[in-house]
């Protein structure tokens, strides 16, 4: 019997290769992609950084490409490269950098930079292109107003730079209700008017995120940069999660009444029942926050995750007289369709956001792509 032969006769998904394994659903990304292309007047920025929020950057970004995004953006210039590296030639931004950056990198492959004060504009060298970033409220990164016009003023005057866009970032755009949301997209207005005062003639203007292009389309000016909402992730559930994170069963024991569970004796079995264990830890991204509270599905049903989740495994009450045997499928999140948890179900256990579960994925799971095809434009 070959390896293949092998992977062939043991059962569905994360059995097949007999290790834990995360799949990446580029359909999922590709309808979300359009689902935002139809939303916008504007371009579609599509975002992914930190390795496309864990979903692999270069085939998000190949995907959104083709399905009605424009250009690419990403946190540091060695994530654009990356993009570049790749044979990528869509346009990117790149918009955290320190001053010390070898900005001449982003010259040379056409990388688009952001910039944030007086100090990043005056380290550039000639013929890079520019967003200037105002801070419209969040005293992160940007320029912070009362400084503004310096950037502004210096931009306009650099003959060897070319200002290409204005962005700001909105604090709390996924509470509609807010009313600081206004006092932001102000701040973004007059913003704009002071660089274009300067002289300025910026063709980009971003300010939202998702969930401002989803919830407020004062916010969407001539681009909005979409990096969660591609992945599924969307408080009003309107989009398609892409990852499923599957993996065997290890191994099955009966357990007495009474019998303590992993490190510390986190859970002791109140009768006697049937444990599986599963080759997924915190190190491969289960948050350890989730313990006690954390559920899988085998063989159809939810089954509670029990003990302290340690590094690298977890241990699954499968219930008295469960049946279940080694190499059997647990499914650990999903897009939910099946009943198996959703990552928003996880975020909530571990008492964090859909975000934080996807980027902080370990790298041991075996990658699966489940390829979106050639792609559709609008
Ligand atoms: C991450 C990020 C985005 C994308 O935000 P989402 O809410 O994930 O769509 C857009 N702009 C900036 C500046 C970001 O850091």
């Known amino acids: 019997m070959t390896l293949v032969d092998h992977a062939r006769s043991l059962p569905l998904g994360g059995a097949e290769t007999g290790k834990p394994e995360l799949s990446v659903d580029l359909t999922a990304v590709a309808a979300n992609t359009r689902h935002f292309r139809r939303l916008i007047d504007g371009e579609l920025m599509a975002v992914v950084k930190a390795d496309g929020f864990g979903h692999g950057a270069t085939q998000v970004a190949r995907t959104a490409l083709v399905n009605g995004a424009t250009r690419l953006g990403v946190t540091s210039l060695a994530e654009a490269l990356a993009l570049r590296a790749a044979g990528i030639r869509a346009p990117v931004l790149s918009w955290l950098n320190p001053v010390a950056t070898d900005w001449r990198q982003a010259v040379a492959a056409e990388v688009e930079v952001a910039v944030p004060s007086l100090q990043h ?14 801070d ?28 290409v866009g204005v962005m700001g970032h909105l604090s709390s755009a996924d509470v509609p209700a807010d009313p600081v949301n206004a006092v932001q997209r102000e701040r973004f207005d007059w913003g704009v008017q002071v660089a274009r005062a300067a002289g300025l003639q910026p063709q980009h203007l971003h300010l939202a995120a998702t969930a401002g292009t989803l919830n407020d389309p004062l916010s969407h000016h001539t681009m909005s940069r979409i990096g969660a909402g591609l992945f599924g992730i969307d408080p009003l559930n309107r989009l398609r999660p892409a990852l499923t994170l599957t993996a065997p069963l290890v191994s099955v024991r009966q357990v007495g009444a009474g019998t ?15 444990l599986g264990l599963i080759a997924l830890g915190y190190a491969d991204g289960l948050p350890r926050a989730a313990s006690g509270q954390a559920q899988v599905l085998v063989g159809g049903r939810r089954r509670a995750l029990v003990g302290r989740i340690s590094m690298d495994m977890a241990v699954i009450d499968l219930g008295p007289g469960s049946s279940a045997r080694p190499g059997d499928l647990v499914t650990v999140f999903g897009p939910g369709e099946q009943g198996e948890p959703t990552v928003a179900e996880w975020a909530s256990w571990a008492g964090t956001i859909e975000h934080e579960v996807v ?17 559709r434009q609008r």
């Open 136 to 163: 419209c409220g969040l005293a992160r990164d940007g320029a912070e107003p009362a400084v503004w016009p310096a950037p502004c003023a210096a931009a306009a005057q650099a003959q060897h730079l070319r200002v």
């Open 359 to 375: 980027t902080g994925l370990g790298t041991r799971p075996v990658r699966r792509v489940r390829s979106a095809g050639p792609g």
């Open 121 to 134: 504009l005056t380290a550039l060298p000639a013929g890079t292109a520019v967003h200037l970033h105002l």
């Open 260 to 274: 303590g569970v992993g490190y510390g004796h986190g859970w002791v079995a109140p009768e006697a029942t049937v």
